[in-house]
């Protein structure tokens, strides 16, 4: 009697159930809810609803056992570990876009966001002028600006593009510098009429220098001469440049501009132009990803080209 094969003692594995790491929409969800920063404005980038989004949050979390984002009122704050999973899953996101786009790619149109970080000096009084042509020519084109005096990294991509006063030393980030710019106290008329023209920074009574609060500017590079006898008395205070520059422009104290914005604004005057001067370069950063996503490029050189032509003309 023949003799019955054994049966095989291998056990197919039992597939996990549950959400995997490779589930490309619990990603794609999270990447899309660390760039909005909110539950709301990510259902709405993917076209699905809110609910969704936070059930796909609280699945990946629990996959990972952690938790990704601090919950504050309105807001997800991403921490370390939002971070990192950004860093490594970011390119994948990006490689998906890119495919779609080539799929149906138009060579004069261009969509998306670009993420944009400047300082409030820039947010406010000249990248909305310089970008307004460009958008206007593609309506499909979002900007996201963050608008802040400290320096966004790049490489954990809290910005996609940044303008800077300074030359970056990552490897990974390509640069461009624009122009040069210079910096100087001025005063408005207002001011000057009040309490005169300063020679020299000895405190005449009643005389207002504004200057930062909790986080102070490096001045001493500022100093052509000598410094003052006594450290500077700033009686207008505040971490804010646009509110120093608001009493400034209200007649009210005497504080730092950048030369070329101030000579667009009514009624300023350049006041101890021989003891303080303080020259900046001014350039044009973003991750190595520009090279893949056309819409970064057209911001990048429609910026870079239009903030080399101001600086020109200076």
């Keep these: 009697m023949p003799k019955r094969p054994a049966k095989s003692l291998d056990v197919e594995p039992a597939k996990p159930s549950g959400p995997q790491f490779n589930d490309w929409n619990l990603l794609r969800s999270f990447l899309v809810i660390y760039e909005t920063g909110t539950l709301t404005e990510a259902a709405r980038r993917l076209n ?23 919950r504050l009122p309105g807001k997800l704050k991403p921490n370390e570990r939002a971070h990192a999973l950004f860093e ?21 149109h261009i969509e998306g966001v670009v993420r944009l970080a400047v300082s409030e000096v820039y947010g406010y009084y000249v990248i909305p002028r310089l970008l307004m042509p460009l958008m206007r020519e593609q309506p499909e084109l979002e900007i996201e600006l963050a608008v802040s005096n400290r320096s966004d990294n790049l490489l954990r991509r809290d910005a996609d593009i940044a303008v800077r006063h300074f030359r970056p030393q990552q490897d990974d980030l390509i640069a461009r510098k624009v122009g040069a710019v210079e910096m100087g106290l001025f005063a408005h008329e207002d001011y000057i009429a009040r309490f005169g023209e300063p020679t020299g ?4 009574r009643g005389a207002i220098l504004a200057g930062f609060d909790r986080y102070p500017m490096p001045i001493k590079p500022a100093f052509r001469g000598e410094l003052p006898a006594s450290p500077l008395r700033f009686r207008w205070r505040s971490d804010s440049i646009m509110a120093l520059h608001a009493a400034v ?5 005497i504080g730092m501009y950048f030369v070329d914005i101030a000579a667009e604004r ?38 870079g080209d239009a903030l080399e032509a101001r600086f020109q003309k200076k």
């Design 249 to 253: 422009e209200a007649g009210a104290a």
């Design 48 to 70: 699905t609803t809110q609910p969704s989004m936070g059930r796909h949050l609280r699945e990946l979390e629990a996959l990972i056992a952690e938790t990704l984002f601090v």
């Design 266 to 303: 009514p009624g300023l005057r350049r006041v101890l132009a021989k003891q303080i001067e303080l020259k900046q370069e001014v350039w044009l950063c973003a991750h190595n990803e520009l090279r893949r996503s056309r819409r970064m490029r057209a911001v990048w050189d429609h910026l």
């Design 88 to 108: 490594a899953t970011a390119p994948m996101h990006q490689a998906v876009r890119d495919a779609a786009r080539l799929l149906t790619d138009d060579r004069e």
């Design 201 to 204: 920074f000895a405190p005449k």
